[in-house]
């Protein structure tokens, strides 16, 4: 009755806006408490965070996207994709869907690709012809496109979550990295299709491509095009582990983006890791004290009997899958994308692997709905964002991003229907 | 201590923070990338310097949490927050803000234990560097965390309105 009680005052306090590692901590403390065993067994647990290889990889990671935020990265990616793809029909908006997937995927969908991208193709996409309603949906749905390419943090969070609860089936986040890739461009593949489709009836006039503006787009973007190619060819080449392409990614850019372009300052310098560490902070202190609440839920055996509970009404494999997604949905419209990685995914991965689900699919599933998260109403962080950014009413952001959602909801279908497109290029 | 002293001395420690989280990150992107040079070049590497990282990744966090604590900007849910009047943001920001500092009061007394505990074992983690100098850390954080939502609490009940950013 108490411990009831001691629950539902948790979740309470949770939706008041308490930090969520308080939350967590609390929840671990009640579960420790009721069993007799000594609190200080989350304080080690927490401290097992320097156990955790790979870990290193998150600060280096989210430094180098806020420096990629704060650079003019942005306008060069959007010139020179602008240049290279912009006489294609539909232009503009291919241009737009493959500058966030790419920006997003360094930056790990802070909501920075709206501030940063969206803020420069909202003008050009209407300028181009494209009503307004449907540039806004267009920048609102992309800011999280992208979150299922490589090098993305959230990507590289769930396989670091995932190889720590020492499963029968390992994963290597450099499957999870390839395993990304057919499903994100599935679905900048449907966004491109259904863009022609609903401007069918007054096509866009296209951009005319022109040798000289793609040479002088690619002369000023020169230092940041290698980027990618020292990422995942490092990674890939067998030359550093990922942790390490993060310290490079990280080093790459301090060097072209204060001393080569000089946009940052060694003064902002201090500032811009200062923020780009309390989102670290934040994050892995949730991930430190959830090591400790949900080894007392494993203990507690709460996924054998989660999937017992399940199973009494759900027997079949994609019956399961549906109920994840509509609850991964409703979640990822609550909870931003790394707490619910942390709380959820050492609950889900147990009980999905009984049902027979590859690891490395469920991370991609996951995410895909985590995406879909970030622009469901009523609470998406990326309606928010676009709102304040865009000063326009939520309200309109809603109907806005609608269509694109549902498009995006239909990538996730198949997604998670057609394991063989996230596990196809492995061999699994 | 005058307000005038207060403000100073925060200041003053805010600015070692975020001077502390510049320097600690720096050196660990160089310590990352001479063990990449080391170890594709000359085929060697520092012994301790993975152990090393991993600890500094613990102290960004754990500092960077302590600065995300001065303006209470730790990831929460923000659905009621965000909807409630500001007239009563500040009633549901105090409720958070006491829960907030009574659990972080318990985690800072099982880690001052732990680290006590350490001590008395007295192991190293790596070099000579023992085990308790590198767990140090928690305890500090959670005091600092508990401090800071203690001021944000007075300030609530004070002005009777939630504390904006920099005040």
Redesign the interface.
Known sequence: MIVTLAILALILLAFLGSPLFVVIAGAAMLGFYTSDIDLMVIIIELYRIVDTPLLSALPFFTLAGYLLAESNTSARLVRVTQALLGGLPGGLAIVAYITCAMFTAFTGASGVTIVAIGALLLPALTRAGYSERFSLGLVTTSGSLGLLLAPSLPLILYGIIVQQMNLPQSIDIKDLFIAGVLPALLMIGLLCAWTLWHNRSHPIPMQAYTSAEALAALNEAKWEIPLPFIVLGGIYGGFFAISEAAAVTVLYLLFIEVLVYREISLRQLPVIIRDAMVMVGGILLILGISLAFTNYLIDAELPNRLFDMIQSVITSKYGFLILLNIVLLMLGAILDIFSALVIMVPIIVPVALQYGIDPVHLGIIFLANMQIGYFTPPVGMNLFIASYRFKKPITELYLASLPFMLVLLFALMVITYWPALSLGLLDR | MSPGRIRKLVQGIEYF???L??VI??L??AL??A??VLR?MFDSGIVWGD?L??????W?????????SRS???????????WVGIQARWI??S??AT??IA??A??AY??Y??VRFEFEDGFTAFAAVPNWV??FI?PLAFVVIALRYLAILVYCLRYRQPMEPDS
């Open positions: 923070e975020d001077l989280l510049a990150l720096l660990m992107i990352a990338f063990q990449i594709n152990s990282l991993r600890i500094a990744v613990l960004v966090a754990l500092i960077g949490a302590m600065v995300a209470g900007n730790h990831i929460n849910i923000d659905l009621v927050t965000r549901v920001t409720i958070s829960f907030t659990i972080c318990v985690l099982h880690s234990r732990f590198c767990e928690m």
